[in-house]
Every structure is written in C-alpha cells, then in structure tokens.
C-alpha cells in the first residue's frame, strides 16, 4: 500500500463516499436496529475499521488510542468533554486518547463511518518524543484535512507493510499537530526512555499486575513520577494501558471463537462479569454484541451504504 493508496488525489473523500454509497437503499421495510462492525489490515498500533449503527449507540466508553474517522452516511452525534457534537458525512471526527465519549445516529436513518486507531506511542515516535497533540474541537470540515488520511480509509483491507504503517502515522501525527490547540495538555518533562520500559514490562504480560514498586524499579523513579509521565507520554494511566492490553487479548480470542467465560481466565480477568465490565467501558459494547456485531447481517451496513 502506497502513500496516496489506489493513485487518488485531494478527491479522495469524494471518490469514497461514492465508492461506499454504491448499494441501493433497501425498499424492504424500516431499517433493522443493529450494530455492525468490520476491521480492515492493520498493522502493530494500527487499527482500521468500518461501522454501521441503526437504532443502537456505543454506551459512553475510552480507549487509550487516537481515533481519526470520517463520516460517511447519516448523521454521527456523541458527547465529548462535556458537550455534545455532530459529525456530518464527510466530517472527520478526532478523538485524544482516554477522553471518555459515547456515539449513536443523530436521525433513526443511522450513520456509518471509517475511522484509524492509533497508538500514542507511534505517534510518540513520528513527533520525536514530544507531548501528545491535542485536539480540543473533535469535528473537523473535510477541508481542514489533508489527502493522506482519507487515502488510507479508501482500501482500508489492503495490507499495511512496516513503511506503509509509519507513512500513515507521519501523516496523521502532523495532522494532529496541525489542528492541536496552542495550549493541549499541561506540560509534563517526560523521560521517554524511562516510560518506554514501563510499556515494556506491561506489554510482555498484561495478565500480571505489577506493583508499584516494579514500576519504579524499571523507570529508576517515584510512582507518582511514573503515573505522571506514563500519561504524559502515551495519553493514559499504566493500570489503564495493562488492562487494554488485556482486552486486546480478549478480542482475539473472542474473534477465534473462545466463549467469554474461556477469554475471561485467559485474559487474566477475575470472572465473565469483569471481562464484561472492562470491555463495554473500553468499547461501548459488551463482548457478545462485539461479537455479533462482527458476523452481523450484511444488510444493515449496505441500507447504510457503506457494505
């Protein structure tokens, strides 16, 4: 996969929205509530995926990446750092790392939409070790945004080679820069380094909770120094990225076919209850409407247009 994927240009928005918009409306009847969710190729910290909502919502949820998308049919509404927002087809929508928010349709029609998901810390690695971007206004006009990253939603199950992944999270970590507020987050010194082992250590075994003490051991400083320059650094707490990481465990098995009280002791969670409770505030869903939202009826996403 290419820079500008498929040749496309500054159309690339435009070319998309017809691309996806090609299935007829069903005449069949009312639309059908339901939720589904598809996942393009990704790559290490790289998440694409397509989603349908009718007649259903994301209960209020965070997860600990930067999530870019752009609207593609209906009307997009979620409440966000207080206040509620609209996005419009062809608005994009940018969201900071564990910014709680929810997201349904604005009409009973539903709405569809593309969107990246993207680590901190690659976007850590594209900027040189400096803070996180933030985007304080998450809606934004499709003239505010660059070619690259519509690109990239336009094939979204062409494979991302290791180049492709950091060309991608170039143009998206200076798209972030570009529309960041003068003044985003409060200015933290962050050993980059020193929070780069913590992740480490909690990546190699999600499953084990550390204690604090370890946490200091590695990063050579004071918890409060860690918890302090963790989230400075990838935009959320350590206790938060280990638990996520686990949940990335429970969605792979849970995508292979494990029933939930199996992901739950694999994960290392303590019961079905908690691995439940942990992915509706991660995801917005529980992980049997995640599931099903996976192998749901094709019909919902072509009534959408975006099949």
């Given at each position: 996969m290419q820079a500008n994927p498929g040749g496309h240009g500054p159309g690339d928005l435009e070319w998309l929205r017809r691309h996806l918009s090609s299935a007829p409306p069903s005449r069949s009847g009312p639309r059908r509530a339901g939720v589904g969710l598809r996942f393009g190729g990704g790559a290490d910290g790289i998440e694409r995926m397509e989603a349908a909502l009718v007649g259903e919502a994301f209960s209020p949820h965070r997860h600990d990446t930067y999530a870019v998308g752009?609207?593609?049919?209906?009307?997009?509404?979620?409440r966000y750092r207080g206040e509620r927002h609209h996005c419009l087809p062809g608005q994009w929508h940018i969201l900071h790392p564990d910014e709680l928010h929810d997201g349904a349709a604005g009409t009973e029609d539903g709405f569809g939409y593309r969107i990246i998901y993207l680590d901190p810390a690659l976007v850590q690695n594209a900027l040189g070790g400096r803070a996180l971007p933030f985007v304080a206004d998450p809606v934004i006009r499709p003239t505010g945004m660059p070619p690259l990253p519509t690109g990239y939603l336009a094939h979204i199950d062409e494979p991302l080679d290791d180049l492709a992944a950091a060309e991608m999270t170039t143009a998206v970590a200076d798209m972030l820069c570009a529309h960041a507020a003068a003044s985003p987050l409060p200015r933290v010194a962050v050993d980059v380094e020193a929070m780069k082992r913590v992740r480490a250590l909690l990546m190699d075994d999600p499953t084990t909770r550390h204690?604090?003490?370890?946490?200091?051991?590695v990063a050579g400083m004071d918890r409060w120094s860690v918890a302090r320059q963790f989230r400075a650094a990838f935009g959320t707490s350590p206790t938060r990225f280990r638990t996520l990481r686990q949940l990335d465990m429970a969605?792979?098995?849970?995508?292979?076919?494990?029933?939930?009280?199996?992901?739950?002791?694999?994960?290392?969670?303590a019961d079905q209850a908690h691995l439940t409770r942990m992915f509706k505030r991660a995801y917005g869903l529980t992980p049997a409407a995640w599931s099903a939202a996976l192998g749901i009826d094709v019909g919902i996403g072509l009534r959408l247009g975006i099949g």
């Amino acid at each position: 996969m290419q820079a500008n994927p498929g040749g496309h240009g500054p159309g690339d928005l435009e070319w998309l929205r017809r691309h996806l918009s090609s299935a007829p409306p069903s005449r069949s009847g009312p639309r059908r509530a339901g939720v589904g969710l598809r996942f393009g190729g990704g790559a290490d910290g790289i998440e694409r995926m397509e989603a349908a909502l009718v007649g259903e919502a994301f209960s209020p949820h965070r997860h600990d990446t930067y999530a870019v998308g752009v609207t593609l049919a209906g009307v997009q509404t979620f409440r966000y750092r207080g206040e509620r927002h609209h996005c419009l087809p062809g608005q994009w929508h940018i969201l900071h790392p564990d910014e709680l928010h929810d997201g349904a349709a604005g009409t009973e029609d539903g709405f569809g939409y593309r969107i990246i998901y993207l680590d901190p810390a690659l976007v850590q690695n594209a900027l040189g070790g400096r803070a996180l971007p933030f985007v304080a206004d998450p809606v934004i006009r499709p003239t505010g945004m660059p070619p690259l990253p519509t690109g990239y939603l336009a094939h979204i199950d062409e494979p991302l080679d290791d180049l492709a992944a950091a060309e991608m999270t170039t143009a998206v970590a200076d798209m972030l820069c570009a529309h960041a507020a003068a003044s985003p987050l409060p200015r933290v010194a962050v050993d980059v380094e020193a929070m780069k082992r913590v992740r480490a250590l909690l990546m190699d075994d999600p499953t084990t909770r550390h204690r604090a003490e370890r946490l200091e051991t590695v990063a050579g400083m004071d918890r409060w120094s860690v918890a302090r320059q963790f989230r400075a650094a990838f935009g959320t707490s350590p206790t938060r990225f280990r638990t996520l990481r686990q949940l990335d465990m429970a969605r792979g098995l849970l995508r292979t076919g494990h029933r939930p009280a199996e992901v739950a002791t694999a994960a290392g969670f303590a019961d079905q209850a908690h691995l439940t409770r942990m992915f509706k505030r991660a995801y917005g869903l529980t992980p049997a409407a995640w599931s099903a939202a996976l192998g749901i009826d094709v019909g919902i996403g072509l009534r959408l247009g975006i099949g």
